[in-house]
């Protein structure tokens, strides 16, 4: 990907508030952690933004990548047909590439490409309202996993490129930023 936004993300002991969040609504994006799991138990939250009303995670459980996303109640989840290897830092990425008002999903894990999907529709006014977690997903999870899901291996970083394809409901947006200051 070239071009537009980049944001790098560590594990912290607090979630960061949506104004701070990477915007990937209604755009193209890639996320990328730098991992490495112990144990093939290892599991848990890379990345979280918002709900299961509105957001999207990256997630490691039962030893496979996952991307889900959610948006005005349409869900799609990706995971990935390679397991994560275990005992040496690998790098897991997901690649959406909107195509409309949804987008085409390509997981990666250890530099090869390991699943596809697609998301129906892309949120075009708001993630969430609940923040950024990294490492977990405390709350109202995005999925279906228990709160707080902590991510059990060694996750040293996440990296969110976001392209400058971003295509919003301008009505949508204000309606929301008037509601919430």
Known sequence: MSGGQHWTLYRGHARLPDAAAPDVRGRS???TASVLLGDPSDAGVLLA???RHAGYVLRVADGRLVHEY???GVRSAVTSL????VDRPVAVEV???RTGVGAR???VVDGVESGTGTIPLLARARIGYTGVDVGCDRGLT???YPAPARF???LDRIDVHAEDDQWLDPAAVWEIEGATG
């Open 29 to 31: 994006y890639a996320i």
């Open 49 to 51: 933004h918002g709900d």
């Open 70 to 72: 959610v948006a005005d």
């Open 82 to 85: 390679d397991r994560v290897p």
């Open 95 to 97: 690649r959406v590439r």
């Open 105 to 107: 999903v390509t997981l």
């Open 142 to 144: 995005v999925g279906d």
């Open 152 to 154: 059990t291996g060694r």
